[in-house]
């Protein structure tokens, strides 16, 4: 979760805020990257941390919430107008818009904007990896600027909000970074791990089965 919470945000999203009791602070959602526009909100948020939450000591029996990382993307109304005119949608029902391909296209779409679909790597093995690259020196050397900046600030778009340069050149070099295969967030040095696969895989196959029954969400075990 640490991770995706240092994912990016698309342009026209905000990062969404809750309160904090002690420090009587708004602050972005603990365990959870949760983020919206006028349109969309787009929620990961950790299964367990999150019915801790809500339900306390009374935890409904047979919830295995462990180890379980939720996508929810909730369409508003502009959206659902959006999709119903872009996908040719007659109804106005649930039932009309439960198509699997959408619900597929909707949720991914969205994981792909904020996560990626790259694997994730130290910044050590990022840095070694682009410099070992076929890229041009100036290409290699603004990439491994902005994946040190992304991880001094623990976030994509807040690495975005303070480089000192044009952000057209940032967008590039984030782009550049993912074509390697390479995710522009970096493992923390202290976790010990050289590299870890996206979740993009769990997230399919718990998406064809979350689709199977009824549901537009996805779990990531």
């Known amino acids: 979760m640490e991770l995706i919470r240092r994912a990016d945000k698309p ?4 990062v969404c805020l809750e309160a904090n009791l002690r420090t009587k602070r708004k602050e972005p959602y603990k365990n959870a990257f949760r983020i919206q526009s006028k349109s ?3 929620h990961f948020y950790n299964k367990q941390f999150q019915m801790n939450k809500v339900f306390g000591d009374e935890f409904p029996k047979g919830q295995d919430a462990k180890d ?3 996508l929810e993307v909730q369409c508003k109304k502009r959206k659902m107008n959006n999709l119903k005119q872009y996908y040719q949608i007659s109804g106005k029902t649930l039932e009309d818009f439960s198509d699997q391909d959408l619900s ?4 991914l779409s969205y994981y792909r904007k904020t996560v990626g679909y790259e694997d994730y ?5 990022a840095r070694e990896l682009i410099s070992n690259s076929d890229y041009k020196r100036k290409y290699r050397e603004n990439m491994i600027e902005v994946i040190e900046l992304i991880n001094q600030k623990r976030s994509i778009w807040k690495a975005r909000e303070e480089y000192d340069g044009e952000i057209k050149k940032f967008n590039e070099a984030v782009k550049q970074i993912k074509k390697m295969g390479i995710n522009p967030v970096t493992i923390p040095a202290w976790w010990k791990i050289d590299r870890l696969p996206n979740l993009i895989h769990e997230i399919d196959i718990s998406l064809r089965q979350s689709i199977t029954k009824g549901s537009h969400e996805a779990d990531v075990i």
Not at 11 to 14: A, V
Not at 121 to 125: M, N, P
């Open 11 to 14: 342009k026209k999203f905000e």
């Open 68 to 70: 379980i990382i939720r």
């Open 104 to 107: 597929e296209k909707v949720l």
């Open 40 to 42: 969309v909100v787009v």
């Open 121 to 125: 790597f130290t910044l050590k093995e």
